[in-house]
């Protein structure tokens, strides 16, 4: 309907809102108040609804009258009224990364199929300074020996605000992810427009069901599937709606100012922060079975490189600050 929903923070807590959308436009008229870029007066006629002002734009057409700004995006036009000029808000920002599963006739599974489950997602808030492994075991592994694993890491780690959480049921695992996720303004990964995002939301969608997906946005609203290019390849993935995704490797590709021999993750920590991924030989699928506790080392790790790399580039929050700029 007629209504802009929004959703601000306010001492801390998350305000959701309604706005009053702003249907306006400028029509050439010497009895106008307004100067025009070719010199002319111009006066502003605001409604109260969308098909109000396309009838009225329509009629002025008709009369062969110059009109300006009908075209401009509402929203954008309604969220410059209202914060125009305001300081850009702190951002809370989720960096994540998954792991998922390898099955032995079929390999790993597409975003678009995610057939196998997800063993980790690490995670850091940023809003926190806390970061996350939640994992499954190996399935051919004892329950008692991946708990004495995670408990090893966890004491070897020493540190309150890193923790690796065991489970034995994956929705209980996405149940703690949606929970740690709640109060991100924006989430953020490596790829993860083509992987994670998708595989995550239609994995969601498998062991559950289309409704949970609303988790992943506000307003009990759903994530919009959109078609996107991957490398000359159309494939679809997600917006969330009231929370911001950024692939933060497009956000590399647009403001590093130059173009590397790679982009893979390792190779762009090694270059912006000076530190690499874990190292380990053979595939991920035979540490995940083989060296459980080296794959949570692993995982641990993606999501604070992530981190790291905005740290030292910042290119989040100089988004925040041009949608702020006056």
Not at 7 to 12: M, S
Not at 190 to 203: A, H, K, L, T, V
Request: aromatic share 12%; with cysteine.
């Amino acid at each position: 309907g007629d209504i802009l929903h929004v959703a601000e923070r306010k001492k801390g807590k998350r305000i959701l809102r309604e706005v009053d959308p702003v249907y306006e436009y400028f029509v050439e008229s010497p009895l106008g108040t307004h100067k025009t870029v070719y010199g002319t007066m111009a006066q502003q006629l605001e409604f109260s609804s969308q098909s109000q002002m396309n009838k009225s734009v329509e009629q002025h057409k008709l009369e062969g009258l110059r009109i300006f700004e009908s075209d401009c995006n509402i929203t954008f036009k309604t969220l410059a009224k209202e914060y125009m000029g305001k300081e850009s808000p702190e951002l809370n920002i989720m960096f994540f990364d998954i792991e998922t599963d390898f099955h032995k006739k079929f390999g790993y599974a597409p975003p678009s199929d995610p057939f196998n489950r997800v063993t980790a997602i690490s995670l850091y808030q940023s809003w926190t300074g806390k970061d996350y492994v939640l994992t499954l075991p190996p399935a051919d592994m004892e329950l008692v020996e991946a708990q004495d694993i995670v408990t090893r890491l966890n004491q070897e780690t020493d540190d309150p605000n890193s923790i690796v959480i065991l489970y034995t049921d994956e929705k209980e695992m996405f149940m703690e992810f949606f929970s740690l996720m709640d109060d991100a303004h924006v989430i953020s990964g490596w790829n993860s427009e083509f992987f994670d995002i998708p595989y995550m939301i239609n994995r969601t969608r498998k062991i559950f069901n289309e409704a949970m997906t609303a988790r992943w946005c506000l307003w009990n609203k759903k994530p919009s599937q959109r078609e996107a290019d991957n490398f000359g390849k159309t494939v679809i993935t997600y917006d969330l709606v009231g929370r911001v995704h950024l692939d933060y490797l497009a956000l590399y590709k647009k403001h590093a100012g130059q173009v590397e021999q790679s982009y893979k993750l390792d190779d762009i920590a090694e270059k912006v922060t000076k530190e690499k991924k874990v190292a380990y030989e053979g595939s991920l699928d035979k540490l995940y079975r083989e060296d459980y506790i080296t794959f949570l080392r692993y995982s641990k790790q993606e999501s604070i490189l992530l981190k790291k790399i905005d740290a030292k580039q910042d290119y989040i929050n100089l988004h925040n600050r041009l949608a702020h700029k006056e």
